[in-house]
């Protein structure tokens, strides 16, 4: 998990190097990107709800990470430039969603089954692989995955360097632990969080 924490870090350093001017996409770009790539489109997911379990606190909280204002075709996207505030809401937020798809490693609840009802098919299957994963069919899955989530947001080489660092991870990490910590890992990229 050190490890983790190193790699994340790495991420973040790596942002102010190579996108140092570059604004985080903002809220409504995350709900829309994770909603199109991961859930149903007639699912309730919302990701200020892992802002807060209060639907006004999270909606306003959700602002802090880059909202449009104003409504005028002059608006702007206020609260885009990262900072240790909002870097670490979307931590807290992508931290706890990673929990929510490890969830598909555990037993039923009615809490992750509502969580599960509402991703998409391609997505419910994939957890279900990563679940079980192998070292025979960890690459795969770890593409899959990538694929997944980032789609085609970041340069090859990025998936490189994630596939390098989580091969060796599925032999140490339980199963939860690993998508966990595999879905996090990209969430966090700066390729996902940062306008291109």
Do not use: H
């Not at 050190?2 to 350093?13: C, G, N, S, T, Y």
């Not at 639907?55 to 990262?82: C, H, M, W, Y």
């Not at 789609?151 to 998508?179: C, G, I, N």
């Amino acid at each position: 998990m050190k490890r983790l924490f190193i790699l994340i870090a790495v991420f973040l350093f790596s942002m102010l190097d190579a996108k140092a001017a570059a604004p985080l996409r903002g809220y409504r770009a995350y709900q829309t990107m994770l909603r199109s790539r991961l859930f149903k489109p007639t699912s309730s997911f919302e990701l200020a709800d892992y802002f807060s379990y209060s639907p006004t606190v999270a909606l306003q909280i959700a602002d802090l990470v880059g909202t449009f204002k104003n409504g005028t075709p002059d608006s702007r996207l206020d609260n885009a430039e990262p900072n240790s505030l909002n870097l670490l809401l979307l931590e807290f937020a992508f931290s706890q969603l990673g929990n929510s798809f490890s969830e598909f490693c555990g037993l039923s609840t009615p809490e992750n089954m509502l969580f599960r009802s509402s991703t998409n098919d391609y997505v419910t299957q994939l957890m279900g692989r990563l679940c079980s994963v192998t070292t025979n069919t960890v690459e795969a899955e770890l593409e899959n995955l990538w694929l997944a989530v980032m789609s085609y947001d970041a340069p090859e080489d990025e998936y490189w360097a994630f596939k390098e660092f989580f091969l060796p991870q599925v032999t140490t990490l339980q199963p939860r632990d690993f998508v966990r910590s595999t879905v996090y890992a990209i969430l966090m990229n700066p390729y996902f969080l940062l306008e291109n």
